[in-house]
T-cell receptor
Framework: NAGVTQTPKFRVLKTGQSMTLLCAQDMNHEYMYWYRQDPGMGLRLIHY???????AKGEVPDGYNVSRLKKQNFLLGLESAAPSQTSVYFC??????????????FGNGTRLTVT | GQNIDQPTEMTATEGAIVQINCTYQ??????LFWYQQHAGEAPTFLSY????GLEEKGRFSSFLSRSKGYSYLLLKELQMKDSASYLC????????????FGIGTKLQVIP
């Protein structure tokens, strides 16, 4: 049981380049998320999805796009990378819960550097 | 909105007890999570509190006071492997598990 798998683990981009981060979960979770983590800022929500074919903006969505064509996959795209997007990106998933008690399960992160 | 405060760093001695505090402000309270994150790794779930009081889970316990907007994580019999960041997090009201995280408290356990 792999849980949440992110690829790649590391990536270096030049300003203006594009890339897609891949996230896959095998826990049949309904909800999936993309966070970024920066020193002194904590984890901040970029986009999230509550089901296949649906996505929504989080706290810091600008410069990113997402897609969830299959329940188990959630893709994060950077169309034109900027140095401000240098960060560690975490994908997470959780089951649907009306009582807010469902914990997030995180992937191991992607360390992205934009030069 | 949501606002979470926790100390940025703490140091404690192996075998001792340490308490990591978290204060929060939220427009609607839906519980509070604690996560552990070792350097270079993913956060992992430790606890969830929604009712006042102390919940114990082995060497780790978590306390909540909703009236004071306050929680703490208590780590007993500290081990070197407990050196990590501890993240306090609160869900938003909205039904979709959107969660706001604190910046985390980096705990260093020394011999």
């Amino acid at each position: 049981n792999a849980g949440v798998t992110q690829t790649p683990k590391f990536r270096v981009l030049k300003t203006g380049q594009s890339m897609t981060l891949l996230c896959a979960q095998d826990m049949n979770h309904e909800y999936m998320y993309w966070y970024r983590q920066d020193p002194g800022m904590g984890l901040r929500l970029i986009h999230y999805s509550v089901g296949e074919g649906t996505t929504a903006k989080g706290e810091v969505p600008d410069g990113y796009n997402v897609s969830r064509l299959k329940k188990q996959n959630f893709l994060l795209g950077l169309e034109s990378a900027a140095p401000s997007q240098t960060s560690v990106y975490f994908c997470a998933s959780s089951r649907a819960s009306s009582s807010y008690n469902s914990p997030l399960h995180f992937g191991n992160g992607t360390r992205l550097t934009v030069t | 909105g949501q606002n979470i405060d926790q100390p940025t760093e703490m140091t404690a001695t192996e075998g001792a007890i340490v308490q990591i505090n978290c204060t929060y402000q939220t427009s609607g309270f839906n519980g509070l999570f604690w996560y552990q994150q070792h350097a270079g790794e993913a956060p992992t779930f430790l606890s969830y509190n929604v009712l006042d009081g102390l919940e114990e889970k082995g060497r780790f316990s978590s306390f909540l006071s909703r009236s004071k907007g306050y929680s703490y994580l208590l780590l007993k019999e500290l081990q070197m492997k407990d050196s990590a960041s501890y993240l306090c997090a609160v869900p938003h009201s909205g039904g979709y598990q959107k969660v706001t995280f604190g910046i985390g408290t980096k705990l260093q356990v020394i011999p």
